[in-house]
C-alpha cells in the first residue's frame, strides 16, 4: 500500500498539472480556457512552487521608474500578484490586462489597479499611443503564450523616455525571434537596452532549470 501524499505534495502536483495545461496550448482560447480552469487556486498553487516573478519585477520597476511619474501597465497581470506590492511602494496609478476574465476577476479583487481589461497580447491593445509611463511583464513571454512580436504594440503604447521592463524564458528566447525583434526595434529607433539580467530561476521551490531572464528597454 502505498503512502498517502502529504498536503504539499498534492498541491505541488496540481500546480505542475496546471502548468502542463498552460505550457501545452496552442490558441489563445485554449489558453484563457486553462487559464479559467485554474484562476481559483493560481495564487496558493504558484507559491507552492516558489514562482518568484509577480514579487521580483516590482525591483526592476523600482530601480527605473519613480513612483509619481505617471501610469504603469501590468501586461498580462493574472491574478494581479504584482500589483499589491508596487502600491507598497507607492505606485497609485496601476493597469492591467490579460486575456482571461476569471484571472481578471481575481485581479479585480486586490483594490490594487485602477483599471483592468481584457486583450490579448500579440494583437491590437486598447489604448492611444504613449500612454503609459513603463509596461512591465512577468511570465508572459514563455511556451505557449504571448509571442515576441507583442512588443511591438505595448512599446506603442508607452511614452518616449518610458520604460519596457519584463522577463522571458529560456526555452523561448532564440525559437521565439526574441533577439531579432530586439534588434529591429533598436534599429528603427524604437528602445535601448538598458539593463538585462542574468538568467535565473523563476521558481524556488520546484523545476531548478526552468531559467528566465528580466529585460529592461528605454523607449526613444
Known sequence: MEPERSNAGVVLDKANAALDSVYSATTP???SAAYAAWAASYDSETAALGYLLPFLIAAWVARH????EGPLLDAGCGTGLTGPQLKALGYSDISGLDLSQEMLAVAAARNAYGELKQAVLGGPLPWPDGHFRAFFSTGVFTMGHAPASGL???VRITRREGHAIF???DQV????GFQPLFDELEQGQKWRLAEESPWFRCYAVADPEALVKTFVFQVL
Open 167 to 169: 522577463t522571458v524564458r
Open 152 to 154: 511591438r504594440e505595448l
Open 173 to 176: 528566447f532564440e525559437s521565439g
Open 65 to 68: 521608474v519613480p513612483a509619481d
Open 29 to 31: 482560447e485554449g489558453l
